[in-house]
Structure formats: C-alpha cells, structure tokens
C-alpha cells in the first residue's frame, strides 16, 4: 500500500517516471479486459527487466499476489493513488499561440484526469477568442482567477522572454507546478516543481545518436 | 576536439542532454555579445557544479582555455558538432492534426537547424490542406519521398493505434530517428532512434512532486 512507504527516503526520479510508463500499458492492458500479469511479462512488455519493475514499485509497498501476478485494475487504481492523479487536477493554460492550440486541444491531458479550466494571454487581439469550449481571458485576471480556484497547475506556452515574469506570477498566485515549453530554464521556489519541455532539444538528442549508430 | 573522443566509451544519456542545456544558455549569451565563460559560471547559470560541467564536456575533448575558460562562440561551434547540428536536417511529420498544426509551426525547430519539409496525414479531407507554406501529402506518397529525399528523422503525431505501424513503414523507408508524440511504446530496430514526447506522463511527474512536497 502506498501509505507504507518509508518517506524520509525519497524514490528516484527515474523510478517515479516509470511508473508513468507502467501505468500507461497496464491501462492499454485493462482496455482489452485483461486480469493479472507478472513482472517478468509487465517489464518484457516494456523493455526492462522483472527486477526493475519488482525495484520500482517496492518503493510504495507490495502489490502482486503469489501465484497470481498483479491483478491490472487494482494496480492500475495503486499507481494512480501513488502518482496523484486518481482525482481530476485542474490547470491554467498561459499562451493562446498555436502551441497553446495544441495544448488545450490534447486529448491525453483529459484522458489522465487532468482538466483545463481558463487560458490567458496577453495579445488583446487574442482575448476573446474560443479555444474549444473555452474563451481566452487577459493575463491581468489571471492571479485572481488562480487564487479563487486555487489551481496548483499550469502549462506554460509563451515565447522565452515572458517566460520568467510570468512563472514568478504563477508562483506568487499560488501554483506549485508548472509544464514548461519555453526553451529556457525557470528559476522558480523549491517548493514549486517545473517539467520543461524543449521539442528541439530532444530532437537534437536524437541526432547526436544516429550520429554515434553510424561512426 | 570532439574527434578525440574514445569510441569504445558510450557517453551517458544524461551527459549529452546536458550539453543541449548548455548549447541553449550558451547560445543566449552570445545574443547578448558576451565573449568568455567558466565551467563554475555555465555551472552556476544552469544549477550544475562546474566539475560536472567539465566532466561532461571532457568525454568529447578539451574545450577550455587556461585563465580565459571557455570561449563561447567557439563551444557553440564544438557542442553543435558534437550534437550533430551544425548542419541542416530534413525532416517530415506525420499527422495534420491540432498537434501536427503546433509541431509544423514550432519555431524552434528551425532555430536548431530542423527543416521540416513534408507533411503527410490518411484523413483524405486533410490531404491538400496547408500548414504554413507546406501542402498536407497522403499517406501513400511518404515512402518514396523520404527513400528520393534521403531523410532520417521524423516527427509522429499521429493517434496510438496508428502509430506502430506508420513507426514501421518510416523505418522501411529508411528513417533512423523518430520524435513520437503518440502515448504508446514503438517497437523500432536497435539502429534506429525514438524519443517518445509524452505531455500526460510530464504532467504525471509534476503532480507527483507536488504531492510529496506536500507530505
């Protein structure tokens, strides 16, 4: 059970993001009414050894039963308890361009429990316009609005040199979580946790290794 | 020089996701003029200690120069040849939908030398379509233009259920580095290349550290 854990240490970040990774083919398992699986079938499945995914998850109790394997729904229903998101999250989108398009139009976010409630900008000639379901709004009722509905996330879609003002905004409105796109590094509090996403980055990643394939 | 560099000693993974950090934030000073860094100050600026910089940097040679540091226009040069980016790289999308859209606009593809130049979608209202200055190709059309064209990299923004088989038929064509932005594990031969993009598990993560902060 989650609740086990030996919280004076903390899990590796690597154990946390695969978990993630369980949990998205342990869904795309239960969608096909499958009951149970081991760990040697679970990390075939995904390219890691039985003992990883035996190490990972020991980090948050004991989960499979003798005999049997996991049983899929009741892990499923675990690792979401354990990664947060057996309840829905509401988060603020900032950036109406054609990321934020994107962004507000990903079904993934939805599916995962995660729900967009306002999208601001600072164009006038964007605010006002609808994005889906939802018009955007000016950046300055964008504090208001985060501190009435006391979001903790938000998706940061804005060119790099807006980016800081408008974390240190968010921040001081009270988010404590921030998905990141601008391709440069936030300085935010220790309590507040950013994932960045630099697409040209990772593209770049994948370059440099075709280029060590072929030397 | 990068050409010193022991073949037989794999670089760690996170090593050269740290050079595009450093490429990044040293690309940003040289906009503002500035001539000459220390491994301490790129350190600094990027919350690394300055061993770490130099040990990274020194799986690939020596960059720094005694009483000056680095020089940074001259480390842009070396880390974009390291990275393999110090020449243009082709490269097509697959799927016009809102995320193609974004993807298709994203400047900072560009930036980094990454010129889209084909789209490609099954949805036969999609195909004619443009995106920007490009026209929406078929499905049927994208072998033989990535075999005449020569190209390696890919970007997938196509939905789950298609995507192993489209992962497939790129790979066929002679692609050997894909960006996925399909939530699902592709199964690809080992001398090929996928980094899998996927914003749900990012938001996951985020959702995590919020918790156990809270704990």
């Known amino acids: 059970m989650p609740s086990d854990r030996n919280r004076s240490e903390p899990v590796p970040p690597a ?3 695969r978990l993630s990774v369980y949990l998205r083919h342990l869904e795309s ?3 096909t009414n499958r009951r149970t699986i081991s ?3 679970l990390g075939k499945a995904l390219d890691f050894t039985d003992a990883q995914v035996r190490k990972d998850l020991a980090h948050f109790g004991q989960f499979g039963h003798p005999g049997v394997g996991y049983r899929i729904n009741e892990l499923v229903r675990q690792l979401k308890a354990i990664l947060g998101t057996d309840r829905i999250w509401n988060m603020v989108l900032i950036g109406a361009g054609n990321l934020g398009h994107a962004l507000a139009a990903f079904p993934g976010f939805l599916q995962k429990g995660f729900t967009l409630v306002a999208i601001f900008d600072a164009d006038p000639k964007k605010v006002g316009t609808k994005i889906g379901t939802l018009e955007v709004l000016p950046m300055e009722s964008m504090n208001r609005f985060i501190r009435e509905r006391l979001i903790r996330l938000a998706v940061l879609a804005v060119p790099p040199a807006a980016a800081q003002d408008i974390a240190d905004e968010l921040v001081e409105a009270g988010v404590d979580g921030i998905l990141n796109f601008a391709p440069r ?4 509090p220790s309590h507040v946790t950013v994932n960045s996403v630099d697409l040209a980055a990772q593209m770049e990643q994948i ?5 060590e394939e072929s030397r």
């Open 15 to 17: 154990s946390v993001r």
């Open 29 to 31: 398992l239960e969608a």
């Open 185 to 188: 590094r936030l300085s935010v």
């Open 39 to 41: 760990s040697r079938e």
């Open 207 to 211: 370059v440099f290794a075709i280029q």
